[in-house]
């Protein structure tokens, strides 16, 4: 391989710049290169070890040989001639080398070109094909479009790392064995497997939003990442009233980012946040989103969470929360999905909107749940509900797991002094 591959600048980097060029490819288009890599050959699996010796090779020789213009077709290219290597040393006749050099020839050049595809769209559906294990399907687009570790699946689903690896190792081996194909589906087969794409699209987006700060490379831009890919289901299917409301919902929550931290960094939780902070263009264009989705007769999940988004969006006009109308969102949602995130939401509009007995009652529900041991906002939400009831000794008990849980240092501390005032 010589500096030739992409275009290289000639000036040479430093090490920090090589590294600094293969990590920001990998933040930006992780997933883009794993479709185009893995839409030839159906097989993921293979397009990932293939890109992770890329970068390896971007890693090793970049400092050297400077950064080449096109980082990403650098890329691809490196990676396709591992993955021919591999198939050349499966194949030994003098016929098939020739013929995968031809192959190889040929991928190189078409991947000199400046604007690679983006196969993105079709991947996210290939991983939601029939053929695919349904609760296995978000988390595979999580992994192949995004580049997400087992582990941090695995705490996003509620299931250990060892299993959630295991998983996703035999749906790649599906999509492989199957040959599932990499294209969007017929419009008939196009409904079936949009709630896992859903699922994974927002699932990427609350993970960048856990990392407001974007101090996390490996959060970093998610939330970004999870609006786009958003955007682009939403402008395939205009006419599906969730991809409007999970663009819409998400739209909500990205209006207020700015407004989750005050000038010292301090958490500042919803409830509180200035209202003049939040960008009302984002706001404005997910209510209409929202209203659109509305006139087509099917109400989902995604509007349902959009909608508690638009009745928190209202302080900005009325100065208060309509807690009693979340509440009444949230006991919809518990009944569509019977999911205990929803429950413990629930829970805390209920209190807030002022019958606390009722919402501890839900929360205790849920205590035989094993799932919710290690979770955090089961625990904070416990130590408020406690602390409404002025039930001061088990409110600090139970703040005492939620700092225990918490891995932000700013909600640490938010718990940490809400956690103080209970002596007072």
Known sequence: MGSDIGRAVKQPATET??????????RRSYGKLVAILASRSGDVASAEDALADAFAAAL????????????????????????????????????????LQLIAAEIEASSMEDDLPDERLRLMFACAHPAIEQSIRAPLILQTILGFDAAAIASAFLVSPATMGQRLVRAKNRIREAGIPFRIPERDALDERLDAVLEAIYAAFAEGWTDPAGTESRRRNLATEGI???????????????TLGLLALMLFAEARRVARRDGSG???????QDTKLWDSGLIDEAEALLRRAGTMGKIGRYQLEAA???????????????????????????RMTQSPVVSINHAVALAHAGDTATGL???EALVDDKRLLTYQPYWAARAELLTLAQKPSEAHEAYGMAIGLETDPAIRKF??????????
Do not use: C
């Open 17 to 26: 710049d090589g590294r600094a060029a293969a990590e920001a490819a990998a």
């Open 266 to 272: 301090d958490y500042v939780p919803l409830a509180e």
């Open 361 to 363: 009652k839900l929360l």
């Open 228 to 242: 786009w890919l958003g955007r682009l289901t939403a402008s395939l299917m205009p006419d599906e009233p969730e």
């Open 60 to 99: 090793e020789q970049w400092p050297a040989s400077g950064v080449p213009a096109n980082p990403e077709g650098w890329l691809v290219v490196v990676a396709r001639r591992r993955t021919v290597d591999v198939i050349r040393r499966r194949r030994t006749s003098a016929e098939g080398a020739a013929h």
């Open 415 to 424: 718990l940490q002094e809400r956690r103080a005032r209970l002596r007072n």
């Open 308 to 334: 508690v988004q638009s009745a928190h969006a209202a302080r900005r006009l009325t100065g208060e929360t309509d807690w009693q109308a979340i509440a009444r969102f949230y006991e919809a949602l518990s």
